[in-house]
């Protein structure tokens, strides 16, 4: 169970990858908060998606900069907090992160088919099927520096997040 230095981790993907169900999962079995960067859209971001039109750098940055003002927020009140948040590139990941060693990444990896078969599944969300191929072109897999926990997503959320939690412990030890 990660403790110590930590004190957010973003779980990130493309949609569908389970994003929200691990994080909620992990959230709970960490004994931390949790939060869905998607609630931190603004509602034009939403109805384009919805209308199945992808988001652009323009449409992202501001809800970045949401996301990272709660990230700071929470740690300066001591709040640790899981994260559910896309973040797809190099760049976005190091704006929500800001160079802060207490905030650690987690990348949900799945094939497109999985994905695709999840999202067909799912009710209730603004994010069409479609717009999958949007996320996988958009994708930047982290990179070493990045110092992810990778974890595939082809098993059971419970497998999944003893996987994550296992790494991270795994990671306490290199810092």
């Known amino acids: 169970m990660p403790t110590g230095p930590l004190h957010a981790i973003i779980v990130m993907g493309v949609s569908g990858v389970g994003k929200t169900t691990v994080a909620e999962v992990l959230a709970k079995r960490v004994g ?7 609630k931190f859209h603004p509602a034009g971001n939403v109805e384009k998606m919805r209308s199945g039109t992808p988001l652009t750098d323009d449409d992202r940055w501001p809800w970045f900069e949401r996301i990272a003002t709660e990230i700071d927020r929470r740690r300066a009140a001591g ?12 760049a976005y990941r190091k704006a929500l992160i800001r160079r ?3 905030v650690r990444l987690v990348y949900l990896r799945g ?3 999985l994905i695709m078969s999840r999202l067909e599944q799912r009710k209730g ?5 479609n717009l999958l191929d949007s996320q996988f072109a958009t994708l930047e897999e982290p990179q070493a520096s990045e110092l992810a926990v990778i974890a595939d997503v082809d098993k059971s959320i419970e497998d999944v997040v003893e996987e994550i939690t296992r790494k991270l412990d795994q ?3 290199k810092r």
């Open 32 to 38: 931390w908060a949790f939060l869905d960067a998607d």
């Open 79 to 90: 709040e640790p907090i899981v994260i559910a948040c896309s973040a797809l590139k190099h």
């Open 100 to 102: 802060q060693s207490d």
């Open 111 to 113: 094939s497109r088919e």
């Open 125 to 129: 969300h603004y994010f069409p099927a």
């Open 171 to 173: 990671g306490k030890e």
